[in-house]
T-cell receptor, first 116, second 114 residues
Framework: NAGVMQNPRHLVRRRGQEARLRCSPMKGHSHVYWYRQLPEEGLKFMVYLQKENIIDESGMPKERFSAEFPKEGPSILRIQQVVRGDSAAYFC??????????????FGPGTRLTVL | TQLLEQSPQFLSIQEGENLTVYCNSSSVFSSLQWYRQEPGEGPVLLVTVVTGGEVKKLKRLTFQFGDARKDSSLHITAAQPGDTGLYLCAGDRHSGGGADGLTFGKGTHLIIQP
């Protein structure tokens, strides 16, 4: 039973380029969450998606950042015109569809983005 | 958004000692999760606590949820070098339970020296 998969594991971009980060949730999970971890800071929530719907994007910067979770295929976090401050580890997590007081989320290994 | 504070931020002890780390908030959480993260990897879920006063054990790790569901602690008995890592607590960003983004504490960096 494969866990959450993210690719690429490492991504290097020059300022102004676009970064695309992919996340495949665990089998049977239909909720996907993206988080960002900066050095010396904790994990910060960015966006919560279900298939074809953005549920909560209140943690995502208003400009240059977008996320999607299409009916088929992985969830994508897209960063346009990257700047050095976007350098961070980006983590995806998933949880099952059932409604439960347990908000257990399972994390992928992350994508480490470096902007030159 | 609900906030979590963890203490201590850093802890370095000798193998075989016991330790406790804390996760505190002024907000009530429907559940709290503890994760461990190693360098270059994603957080790994250790436990979820749901009921006020609940105690869960995972081998040498004991997790407790406060009676008021505002705080939690992690106690490690006879720490081993393999316990080294970043310990994170997390809870729902909004009250009410169910699926939701998580708010994380900044974590406790634990080093167990052989």
């Amino acid at each position: 039973n494969a866990g959450v998969m993210q690719n690429p594991r490492h991504l290097v971009r020059r300022r102004g380029q676009e970064a695309r980060l992919r996340c495949s949730p665990m089998k049977g999970h239909s909720h996907v969450y993206w988080y960002r971890q900066l050095p010396e800071e904790g994990l910060k929530f960015m966006v919560y998606l279900q298939k074809e719907n953005i549920i909560d994007e209140s943690g995502m910067p208003k400009e240059r950042f977008s996320a999607e979770f299409p009916k088929e295929g992985p969830s994508i976090l897209r960063i346009q015109q990257v700047v050095r401050g976007d350098s961070a580890a980006y983590f995806c997590a998933s949880s099952p569809a059932r409604t439960s007081v347990y908000n257990e989320q399972f994390f992928g290994p992350g994508t480490r983005l470096t902007v030159l | 958004t609900q906030l979590l504070e963890q203490s201590p931020q850093f802890l370095s002890i000798q193998e075989g000692e016991n330790l406790t780390v804390y996760c505190n908030s002024s907000s009530v959480f429907s559940s709290l999760q503890w994760y461990r993260q190693e360098p270059g990897e994603g957080p790994v879920l250790l436990v979820t606590v749901v009921t006020g006063g609940e105690v869960k054990k995972l081998k040498r790790l004991t997790f407790q949820f406060g009676d008021a569901r505002k705080d939690s602690s992690l106690h490690i008995t006879a720490a081993q070098p393999g316990d080294t890592g970043l310990y994170l607590c997390a809870g729902d960003r909004h009250s009410g339970g169910g699926a939701d983004g998580l708010t994380f504490g900044k974590g406790t960096h634990l080093i167990i020296q052989p």
